[in-house]
């Protein structure tokens, strides 16, 4: 048996995935106390919170918001079972999309890009708007003075 498939404490890791592995090492480390429980749990939640609030601010600008939302109902997922069916919710949701949209007309996938791409621009413009164009934006770029 390799080292690879050992755990810390010479456990017979197999076939266990990273999750399970995971778990494994919390109910050695973290579950043996209830204190210290509480301590994890309030730890895991509070920067899977912020993770997600940090994604949904990013959401309307151009970027990975979306990615950093589920990135962050995934860290959220390691310790409470809601978001563990979230995030599935989140997959299954995500999965039907992209198969509805691969079964469309390729000119209703060009309309939907067009109207995203309409949207994007028009969120960075208001942005632009609100904040103010950095000063090294041209003058003769229309709409963000």
């Keep these: 048996m390799t080292s690879a498939q050992q755990g810390p404490a010479g456990v017979d890791q197999g076939g ?5 592995r995971y778990h ?6 973290i579950a043996t106390s209830r204190t210290r429980r509480m301590v994890w749990r309030t730890i895991i939640g509070a920067l899977g919170g ?6 949904l601010a990013l959401v309307p600008l151009p ?3 979306w990615l950093i939302v589920f990135l962050g109902v995934g860290v959220l997922a390691t310790e409470f079972t809601w978001a563990e069916r979230l ?6 949701l995500l999965d039907k999309w992209t198969d509805w949209l691969g079964r469309q007309p390729i ?14 621009c028009a ?3 208001v942005t ?5 164009a950095p000063g090294w934006v041209p003058d003769w770029v229309p709409l963000v003075r």
């Design 16 to 20: 266990a995935t990273r999750l399970e």
């Design 63 to 65: 970027g990975p918001g």
């Design 107 to 120: 000119w209703v996938r060009g309309l939907i890009g067009l109207a995203c791409f309409v949207f994007v």
């Design 50 to 55: 912020l993770i997600v609030v940090l994604g």
């Design 123 to 125: 969120v960075v413009v």
């Design 24 to 29: 494994a090492w919390r109910d050695r480390r």
């Design 87 to 92: 995030l599935e919710l989140g997959k299954d």
């Design 128 to 132: 632009l708007r609100i904040v103010g």
